[in-house]
């Protein structure tokens, strides 16, 4: 299929690069230039790259990103035919979307809001999983092009909601990694060996997929970033927003979200969320380690 890849940062260089191993022609764009794929065509402008495009294909990072990708000056509104597709895999509010996708869609233009789980490791292996709002038709379509990123696609409803359920996938994992990180430091605290821990974890029900993936970095004190934290505080934002406008209270997240915000202020919002660790560590006054010294 002809696509247009737009964003590529940390997660869209990685899809892009497998629509084009997949043999899809592909024209890519990113805001600041440079970031050329392998097998694809870069392009000037969101603009020029959907040009022709049967579908665009977004990965940026927020919501003001995306209006700016499809609305700002030469945008993807520009080029949009009656019966492309337009995706979005960043992950941004459920509500603005609805918004995006009205204004698309009068122009006989289907809006399919498609975000990911899986992180880099997943994004660079072709087996994100995607959370889908839109019409099956459009969806359906899309098939070979989630077959190249992705291992699974749970449809969640009409448009919006693939937004709405990242959200709350989001909460999860804030929470889970949180929880994961306060028993790492109080283990520690109580002499506690981390590669025990671990053990003990992998062997109980409290294992998870975020401990499995978050694990060996914080092992190796690798901090770098997959999900920056910049992002899932972002993430954390769009929930108690929508939380609020829901008129649901989120204790634990609001507490979580506190702590990105020291976390930030230290000045950590460029590294992986997994940094969050490095306060909680500094207020104990230990280190969580591989093995013991
Ligand atoms: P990233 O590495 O920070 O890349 C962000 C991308 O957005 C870059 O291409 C950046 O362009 C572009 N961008 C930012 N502001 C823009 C603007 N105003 N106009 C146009 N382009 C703009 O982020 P990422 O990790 O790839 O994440 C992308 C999206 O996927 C985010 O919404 C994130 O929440 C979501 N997500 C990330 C992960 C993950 O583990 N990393 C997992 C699931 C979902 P420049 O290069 O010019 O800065």
Redesign the pocket.
Known sequence: MKVAF????????PMASNLAKAGHEVAVW???PG?DVPGTRATAS?AEAASGAEVVWM????T???E??LF?PNGVEQSLMEGMIVVD????SPAATRRFAERVKARGVAYVDA??????VA?EGGT?VFMVGGDQAAIDRLGPLFAAMGKKIVRMGETGKGHAA?LVM?LQIALIYEGFAEALTLAVKLGVETPALLQLIESSMVRSGVVEYKAPFILKRDFS????L???H??IRLALEAAKDARVKLPALETVEEIYEMATEDGHENLDYAATLTLLEKWAGVEVKGASA
């Not at 737009?6 to 260089?13: A, D, F, Q, S, W």
């Not at 990965?59 to 927020?62: E, I, K, L, M, T």
């Open positions: 737009l964003g590529l940062g940390i997660m869209g260089r990113n805001r600041t970031k969101p990965c940026v990072s927020d003001k990103a995306v700016t990708v700002g895999s960043s992950t941004i975000p990911v789980t899986g992180s880099k994004a994100l990242k989001n970033p997959n999900f920056p910049r992002l899932m972002k993430d």
